[in-house]
């Protein structure tokens, strides 16, 4: 897979017609596809309801460091998105990187930080897509200093499920 299609940023649109990641983590579990739930919202202001499929995980020899991992498509149906939420305090310059199976995805920027955390977020294309379907693990890094990345797994089980089960 070409690294640019994993760099190739979206930018957040204001609140992406009011829907924050902290949003649809609150929503109401619709379902649970392997180690991912089907989470559905509707935002303030909103008339349609917004789902996404979530998984939350901790580093598994930091517990302190977590994140939010939520696939979601948009409102008109045309762009897939990956956003991923890590707490403050990690190095932002360095970006998010993306290890799928021992294999490089490359890295991403952050885009915001909320109250709660920084958000990287990628367009998933076809590619991207692919791979997480057919993967088995995916290791998000983010880093505490220039040289100390912490990866943390997500587990891809039940990805291709979850993601079909998406309105």
């Known amino acids: 897979m070409n690294v640019r299609y994993f760099i190739q940023l979206l930018v957040l ?5 009011g829907l924050s990641s902290a949003a649809l983590a609150q929503g109401v579990v619709r379902s649970e596809h392997g180690d991912w739930q089907l989470s559905c919202d509707t935002p303030p202001g909103a008339s349609f309801e917004q789902c996404a499929i979530i998984q939350n995980v901790t580093a598994e020899d930091q517990p302190n460091v977590g994140l939010s991992v939520i696939v979601l498509k948009t409102a008109d149906q045309q762009s ?25 995805m490359g890295r991403v920027a952050f885009v915001r930080c909320l109250p709660n955390g920084c958000i990287a977020e990628v367009i ?9 379907e057919s993967g088995e ?4 890094v983010v880093f505490k200093t220039p040289e100390e990345g912490i990866g943390i797994p997500v587990s891809l089980n039940g990805f291709t499920e979850g993601f079909d089960a998406l309105p």
Do not use: C, E, K, Q
């Open 13 to 17: 649109a204001i609140g992406f017609a």
């Open 137 to 140: 693990t995916a290791i998000f």
């Open 80 to 104: 897939r998105l990956l956003r991923v939420l890590v707490p403050l305090g990690v190095l932002l310059p360095n970006g998010l990187g993306l290890n799928v199976d021992g294999t490089d």
């Open 124 to 132: 998933m294309d076809d590619d991207l897509l692919s791979v997480l």
